[in-house]
């Protein structure tokens, strides 16, 4: 890329379409810079920068799990909705014993996403509440522009009701209403 070896991939961690380059970071500033000045050219806006909080932000709508926050060394891959990557009957693997365990009993808690119904915002690490009882905490919490709402996910006990059943977000002690809906939150259109 621009004569510097590299790596590129389709993917990206937005939920958009989009690309990863991978070179060695003595190139980076180079790649970066020619990247911004190339990009000025493609589009009316051209190509802009962002931080992290926007690539988190179009991370929560797009439901996509973020290592430390939703999924960690204490979460199974059942439990955060990410069975779909684990091929149980290719044989064993570190940690197959449990999903196995897990698809045969069932499993204790799952990620969910929610929506607030007022203008507060549920954040990451805040409490849940389904009757009144702290059942659980949220992953990750935020606004959503793009959606005009404020949304998060959040492990629940696996009995909790599916969309639409309503939960608590406890906010510096206040309860805020919330309810449960489908992930993601928002799908790029093809």
């Not at 993917?11 to 990863?20: A, K, L, M, V």
Request: hydrophobic share 35%.
């Amino acid at each position: 890329m621009d004569g510097v070896p590299a790596v590129i991939s389709r993917t990206g961690y937005t939920g958009e379409d989009g690309f990863e380059v991978y070179a060695s970071s003595d190139k980076a500033e180079h790649l970066w810079n020619r990247l911004l000045e190339i990009g000025k050219y493609g589009t009316s806006e051209g190509v802009l920068p962002c931080g992290l909080a926007a690539r988190n932000t179009l991370r929560l709508e797009s439901a996509m799990a973020l290592y430390g926050h939703e999924i960690d060394e204490t979460t199974t891959p059942l439990e955060a909705g990410l069975g779909w990557i684990c091929k149980l009957d290719k044989g064993p693997f570190l940690g197959s014993n449990v999903l196995n365990e897990q698809k045969r009993c069932g499993i204790d808690r799952r990620l969910v996403g929610f929506e607030m119904l007022d203008r507060r915002i549920g954040r990451d690490g805040y409490p849940v509440l389904i009757d009144g009882r702290d059942t659980g905490r949220v992953t990750s919490g935020g606004p959503a522009p793009f959606l005009k709402k404020n949304i998060g996910m959040a492990y629940v006990p696996s009995t909790t009701g599916s969309a639409g059943t309503t939960l608590e977000i406890s906010i510096r002690g206040q309860a805020a209403p919330a309810r449960i809906v489908a992930l993601p939150f928002y799908k790029r259109p093809h």
